[in-house]
């Protein structure tokens, strides 16, 4: 089990990882299911980045 307080590089590695991987997904313009659900998780992983101090920007551009 993966744990913050003993490996904190590692856990947010894997979270900036996701957060871009969904930034990228979030583009797909060509199958709305994958785009639409893409947003709406990018949304919460947002929210886990932004609290670990990995990422500061607004969603707008894509349209979250």
């Known amino acids: ?6 490996n904190p590089k590692l856990i947010e590695e894997k979270v900036n990882q996701v957060y871009i991987l969904l930034k990228e997904l979030s583009q797909v313009d060509d199958f709305p299911a994958i785009c639409c ?3 709406r998780a990018l949304a919460a992983m947002w929210q886990v980045a932004n609290h670990l101090e990995l990422q500061f920007e607004q969603l707008y551009d894509y349209h979250v």
């Open 37 to 39: 659900n893409a947003r």
């Open 1 to 6: 089990m993966l744990s913050y307080q003993e």
